[in-house]
Antibody, heavy 121, light 110 residues
């Protein structure tokens, strides 16, 4: 059973960079079948896809965030990471990492438990 | 970019009743690109349906999905106590890749 676990600071100051890591267990991040994604959920409960990465390093980002987001992968550690630069209060959300099946019926199959990131001085 | 809406916002039903949740896309989408998730308080969303009508592993057969074009439906045939939750639909756009979620429908106990 694949498990994902987010980690990182729960509090980030405005204008700084938010950094989170997702550790994957129960399966290799280098499996060619899947992409690895970040999704966030605002306090009002709306979900927003941030982007995803393939084990080779190929990335796709939501155009609404593309200028501020970087997703990277470390296959040796079976982890992938998210950086969001120049954060504001609007970036306060629960951040989830997830495994994406990108074949027939693209979908988020497995999710981490989520981590709340608050942007505040 | 396709906008995804869901209705109703809240559905108040009793255990044993049938729930019908609607998801509408602003542009016609391939049915293979629609999925549904269930979320309970304090938990991550859980995949229920993909490809508009295929149940994910371990999902009871009281959950079913249907639809095509711009209109998709999640049906829960007989509500169990554990089914009271928020349900999100998700659409995938392939060029460029973009996942979009609806705002959710809350199914609560009447």
């Amino acid at each position: 059973q694949v498990q994902l676990q987010e980690s990182g600071p729960g509090l980030v100051k405005p204008s700084q960079t938010l950094s989170l890591t997702c550790s994957v267990s129960g399966g290799s991040i280098s499996s060619g079948t899947y992409y690895w994604s970040w999704i966030r959920q605002y306090p009002g409960k709306g979900l927003e896809w941030i982007g995803y990465i393939y084990y080779s390093g190929t990335t796709y980002y939501n155009p609404s965030l593309k200028s501020r987001v970087t997703i990277s992968v470390d296959t040796s550690e079976n982890q992938f990471s998210l950086k969001v630069s120049s954060v504001t209060a609007a970036d306060t959300a629960v951040y989830y990492c997830a495994r994406v099946f990108q074949g027939f019926g693209p979908r988020f199959e497995y999710w981490g438990q989520g981590t709340l990131v608050t942007v505040s001085s | 970019e396709s906008v995804v809406t869901q209705s109703p916002g809240t559905l108040s039903l009793s255990p044993g009743e049938r729930a019908t949740l609607s998801c509408r896309a602003s542009q016609s989408v391939s049915s293979s690109y629609v999925a549904w998730y269930q979320q309970k308080p304090g938990q991550a969303p859980r995949l229920l349906i993909y490809g508009a009508s295929s149940r994910a592993s371990g999902i009871p057969d009281r959950f079913s999905g249907s639809g095509s074009g711009t209109d998709f439906t999640l049906t829960i045939s007989r509500l169990e106590p554990e089914d009271f939750a928020v349900y999100f639909c998700q659409h995938y756009g392939s060029s460029p890749p973009l996942y979009t979620f609806g705002p959710g429908t809350k199914v609560d106990i009447k």
